[in-house]
C-alpha cells in the first residue's frame, strides 16, 4: 500500500541504528502508522528531521510493507506550538495517550480532528487541564468507547449535586453514600459531567475530580501498563512549590 500526500500528527520518533528514525504517526485515512525513516540523522537532512519532531503536522508519502512504512518524503504543513513548563508536558501527555490509544491501521478520522483542535490550544495557551479533559473526551468518544454526559448508566438524568465514577463499561454511577474516604475517591460531580458534555469549562472546584474519575476510565482501556507522563506529573506535584498547587494538568 502507498501513501501519498498523506496528513499525518507525529507522536513519537526514536533513533534506528545510526541514520534512521522510527517515527509514529496518526492519520485520518489509516489510524496510527509506524513509519521507517530512513537516513535522515545526517548533516543535509535536518530540514526533513526537524518535520519528523512530536507535535509536528506533516504531509507525507510512505510505502507500506508489513507493520512498518517505509518514509519516502515528507514536509511540514506548519509549525509545531512551541511549548515550555506545564504545556509541554501536557504536549507529551496528548502524545503518549493517543500513542497507547490509537489502533493501527484504523481509519480515525475524528480523532485527527480532535488532536489538531487540542494541539492548537495548547498553542493558544488555553486552560492545560481543561484542554486535556476535552480531549480525553473526544477521544473516548472517537474510540467508540465514550460516553453520554447527561445520563446514568441506567439511563437517569444526570444530578448536578451528585457524585458519580464512571464505570467503562456501564457508564455513570452515582455514589450513593459517603462511607468514606474511598468511595469518593474517582468520583465526579454530576455538575462536572454535565459540564463536560455541554462542552462549558467546569468550576475549578470540580476539575480535579473530573480528572481522576476520567483517569479511571483510561486505565482501564490502557491496561495494568500505566503512562509515563501520569509518573511525570505525580513526581512534579511532590516537588519544590507544586507541593502546595498540583500541576494544572
Same mark, same amino acid.
Given at each position: 500500500?502507498? $501513501?501519498?500526500?498523506? #496528513?499525518?500528527?507525529? $507522536?513519537?520518533?526514536? *533513533? ?5 528514525? &522510527?517515527?509514529?504517526? &496518526? ?6 502508522? =509506524?513509519?521507517?525513516?530512513? +537516513?535522515?540523522? =545526517?548533516?543535509?537532512?535536518?530540514? /526533513? ?9 506533516? %504531509? ?24 515550555? +513548563?506545564?504545556?509541554? /508536558?501536557?504536549?507529551?501527555? &496528548? ?23 487540542? !494541539?492548537? %490550544? ?40 451528585? %457524585?458519580?465514577? $464512571?464505570? *467503562?463499561?456501564? +457508564?455513570? @454511577?452515582?455514589?450513593?453514600?459517603? @462511607?468514606?474516604?474511598?468511595? %469518593?475517591?474517582?468520583?465526579?460531580? +454530576? ?10 469549562? *467546569? ?8 480528572? !481522576?474519575? /476520567? @483517569?479511571?476510565?483510561?486505565? #482501564?482501556?490502557?491496561?495494568? @501498563? =500505566? ?23
Amino acid at each position: 500500500m502507498r $501513501l501519498t500526500a498523506e #496528513h499525518a500528527f507525529v $507522536l513519537h520518533a526514536r *533513533p534506528w541504528r545510526e541514520t534512521s528514525l &522510527l517515527v509514529e504517526v &496518526l492519520t485520518p485515512a489509516h489510524g496510527r502508522v =509506524g513509519v521507517l525513516a530512513r +537516513g535522515v540523522q =545526517g548533516p543535509k537532512r535536518h530540514v /526533513l528531521r526537524a518535520a519528523l519532531q512530536p507535535l509536528q503536522w506533516i %504531509r507525507l508519502d510512505a510505502v507500506q510493507r508489513g507493520e512498518l512504512a517505509r518514509l519516502v518524503t515528507a514536509e511540514a504543513v506548519d509549525a509545531a506550538p512551541r511549548l515550555v +513548563g506545564e504545556a509541554l /508536558l501536557a504536549g507529551f501527555y &496528548l502524545n503518549e495517550l493517543t500513542l497507547r490509544m490509537a489502533p493501527r491501521q484504523d481509519p480515525q478520522p475524528d480523532l485527527f480532528r480532535a488532536y489538531a483542535i487540542a !494541539r492548537e %490550544r495548547l498553542r493558544a495557551s488555553e486552560p492545560l487541564g481543561w484542554t486535556l479533559r476535552r480531549y480525553e473526551r473526544d477521544l473516548l468518544e472517537a474510540l467508540g468507547v465514550g460516553f453520554d454526559w447527561a445520563v446514568d448508566g441506567d439511563g437517569v438524568v444526570i444530578d448536578p449535586a451528585a %457524585r458519580y465514577r $464512571l464505570d *467503562p463499561e456501564h +457508564g455513570a @454511577r452515582r455514589v450513593l453514600s459517603d @462511607r468514606g474516604h474511598a468511595d %469518593r475517591t474517582g468520583a465526579a460531580t +454530576g455538575r462536572a459531567l454535565l459540564a463536560i458534555g455541554a462542552d462549558t469549562e *467546569p468550576v475549578p472546584g470540580d476539575m480535579a475530580g473530573l480528572r !481522576r474519575a /476520567l @483517569r479511571e476510565v483510561l486505565s #482501564h482501556h490502557l491496561g495494568p @501498563r =500505566g503512562l509515563k507522563s501520569w509518573e511525570m506529573l505525580g513526581d512534579l506535584a511532590r516537588v519544590g512549590p507544586l507541593d502546595a498547587v498540583p500541576p494544572r494538568v
